[in-house]
């Protein structure tokens, strides 16, 4: 078992460019989330899917847009990147759509000029 | 107030110390809390879970206070290992994962 699996590990970008960060769990878990994590903040939830088919915006979804392309995958795109996107993003999966565990991927560095 | 605090530390203790965190919450109606643990550059991990007044994993124990609302993890007899970021963790009374709240972390670490 991989677990929750991210791509890329690391990404620079210009200003206006876009990209993709995929998201993969094994786990068969109906619930999938994205998250950003920025020096003395909290993680703060972007987007999550609380099973295949449905997306829902979390606390900071502007300039994100989501795809849960199955059960197993649910990707976060970046239409106009921004310096303000500069972040680790985080993606989590758990099995139900509660406070019960959640297993987070090891994160995509992100920096954009 | 923030919905929930943490003292960022660090905290910085020799081995075998034991070491108290606190994190406060400004909703009353949460009925469930977790602490997670965050190694440098690495992804959050699951520690404890605190459903009733407390949990107690053998040198980890959380406990939680609603009266005053606030939840602890006192760590005894610190491990180098130890050293990480605590994530204190706080979701709604629904229960929703929509709304869970993380706290900005307490950074620990254990010197030799």
């Known amino acids: 078992n991989a677990g929750v699996t991210q791509t890329p590990k690391f990404q620079v970008l210009k200003t206006g460019q876009s990209m993709t960060l995929q998201c993969a769990q094994d786990?068969?878990?109906?619930?999938m989330y994205w998250y950003r994590q920025d020096p003395g903040m909290g993680l703060r939830l972007i987007y999550y899917?609380?099973?295949?088919?449905?997306?829902d915006k979390g606390e900071v979804p502007n300039g994100y847009n989501v795809s849960r392309l199955n059960k197993r995958e649910f990707s976060l795109r970046l239409e106009s990147a921004a310096p303000s996107q500069t972040s680790v993003y985080f993606c989590?999966?758990?099995?139900?759509?509660?406070?019960?565990?959640?297993?987070f991927g090891p994160g995509t560095r992100l920096t954009v000029l | 107030r923030k919905e929930v605090e943490q003292d960022p530390g660090p905290f910085n203790v020799p081995e075998g110390a034991t070491v108290a965190f606190n994190c406060t919450y400004s909703?009353?109606?949460?009925?469930?809390f977790f602490w997670y643990r965050q190694d440098c550059r690495k992804e959050p991990k699951l520690l404890m879970s605190?459903?009733?007044s407390g949990n107690e994993d053998g040198r980890f124990t959380a406990q939680l206070n609603r009266a005053s609302q606030y939840i602890s993890l006192l760590i005894r007899d610190s491990k180098l290992s130890d050293s990480a970021t605590y994530l204190c963790?706080?979701?709604?009374?629904?229960?929703?994962?929509?709304?869970?709240?993380f706290g900005s972390g307490t950074q620990l670490t254990v010197l030799p």
């Open positions: 605190v459903y009733s």
């Open positions: 909703n009353s109606a949460s009925q469930s």
């Open positions: 786990m068969n878990h109906n619930s």
């Open positions: 989590a999966s758990s099995e139900g759509f509660g406070p019960d565990t959640q297993y």
């Open positions: 899917s609380a099973s295949e088919g449905t997306t």
């Open positions: 963790v706080v979701p709604p009374y629904s229960g929703s994962a929509r709304q869970l709240t």
